[in-house]
């Protein structure tokens, strides 16, 4: 056997035990409270405490070398001047296909956006054909949400909730309809963003896949700018070339992509980062993203 083969098996021994321990990681504990400007609740279920999964290292591991790649997003995206003239701006987050971390990426981002000063950042899980946000927040059962509110014509009665840290505002998918792009091109749902850019400095809408419905494209055309979530080593060229032509058939203005599922070495970030923490710590490979934002 070669020295490259057994590399490569080693890499992907190395690989798969690293899986296994992020997937035995234990979620933290963020405290959420109903929206105290909204008066109805969303069930008497409702905790004051969620189980928030790992992977949304915003609340559960805010100082990790992952969040601090969000913060990055953050800083390239404020660069661009998402907040002009006091109005608030909807960015639309997708991705060619599923499985590229759209949602993760959306909730992330949403979390280090919200620890901006005098930002007020509001989520919206728009893909109401099998939105996450509410899973991955460990919200339990997919109760009110955006589909109960365009169903009642784009008037919010009970279903925004409030983080308390970081203050993040979340409207959650609801409970999914027979026709959902029937709903996102409705007056309702234009009443609502215009509401809701009224009342916060962004608007974060979490859309559906953009090749295999016409969500998306809808959500972009009435969006101030887009996002497209691509993931390392598994989306085709050819399938984000698509993608972006979709989104410029709907007048979109395409700010970049952010890269998903990168792994890499950062010993000497490491080293500085952590030393205060983890002095006698080694450093190890990471899984990340790496963002590309166009100007």
């Not at 105290?36 to 969303?42: C, D, N, V």
């Not at 290292?57 to 800083?75: F, H, K």
Request: aromatic share 6%; hydrophobic share 40%.
């Amino acid at each position: 056997m070669s020295k490259i083969t057994k590399a490569l098996e080693k890499a992907a021994r190395e690989r798969l035990q690293r899986q296994k321990e992020r997937a035995t990681v234990k979620a933290g504990s963020v405290e959420v409270q109903l929206e105290s400007s909204i008066a109805a609740p969303l069930g008497a279920a409702m905790q004051d405490k969620i189980q928030v999964d790992p992977h949304i290292v915003g609340a559960t591991e805010p100082s990790s070398p992952i969040a601090e790649q969000y913060r990055i997003l953050r800083t390239n995206l404020q660069s661009l001047r998402l907040r002009q003239n006091g109005a608030g701006q909807a960015l639309i987050i997708t991705s060619a296909v599923h499985g590229e971390g759209k949602s993760v990426t959306a909730l992330n981002l949403s979390l280090t956006m919200a620890r901006q000063e005098n930002w007020r950042v509001v989520l919206v899980d728009a893909d109401l054909r099998k939105g996450s946000i509410h899973t991955w927040l460990g919200l339990g059962q997919n109760r009110g949400g955006l589909s109960s509110v365009l169903a009642r014509g784009g008037e919010v009665n009970g279903e925004l909730l409030w983080l308390k840290e970081p203050p993040l505002t979340v409207l959650p998918t609801g409970p999914y309809p027979d026709h959902p792009a029937e709903l996102l091109e409705s007056s309702s749902w234009k009443r609502l963003l215009a509401t809701l850019k009224s009342q916060f400095d962004l608007v974060i809408i979490d859309a559906p896949p953009l090749l295999p419905v016409a969500d998306p494209g809808i959500l972009a055309s009435q969006g101030d700018s887009v996002l497209l979530i691509v993931r390392a080593g598994k989306t085709q060229r050819k399938t984000v070339a698509q993608a972006q032509e979709l989104l410029q058939r709907a007048k979109a203005k395409i700010l970049g992509c952010v890269l998903t599922h990168v792994e890499y070495y950062l010993p000497g970030y490491y080293r500085y980062y952590h030393q205060y923490r983890y002095a006698k710590k080694q450093p190890k490979e990471t899984e990340t993203s790496q963002v590309v934002v166009n100007g």
